[in-house]
């Protein structure tokens, strides 16, 4: 069984920073994309950042500047570097990644972390 667990949210002051991280286990074959999406109270989940294998990036033009996702393709790791965090980016952050399993290395699997709390508050 694959999953994806996150670690690092937190409850910190406008200007801080933090660091999620985002660990992919189990029966890997290989993973493509990873990425951060979050959702905020009474709002749609939203893309935050993803990076592609190659280590292509997109952002949000929210976070753009601010927010730097990274990955140890050695570890199946991808990382969100949050800096000059601000109150509306106060949000449940889930990891999401596209991996394909030793059990179906053909077809590629969606799959959601269980999301971690980043409260932005003074």
């Known amino acids: 069984q694959v999953q994806l667990v996150e670690s690092g949210g937190g409850l910190v002051q406008p200007g801080a920073s933090l660091r999620l991280s985002c660990a992919a286990s189990g029966s890997l074959f290989s993973i493509n994309v990873m990425g951060w999406y979050r959702q905020a109270p009474g709002k749609q989940r939203e893309l935050v950042a993803i990076i592609i294998s190659d280590g292509s990036t997109v952002y949000a033009d929210s976070v753009k500047g601010r927010f730097t996702i990274s990955r140890d393709n050695a570890k199946n790791t991808v990382y969100l570097q949050m800096n000059s965090l601000k109150p509306e980016d106060t949000a449940v952050y889930y990891c999401?990644?596209?991996?394909?399993?030793?059990?179906?290395?053909?077809?590629?699997?969606?799959?959601w972390g269980q999301g971690t709390l980043v409260t932005v508050s003074s």
């Open positions: 999401n990644a596209d991996v394909r399993t030793i059990s179906t290395p053909r077809r590629y699997l969606e799959l």
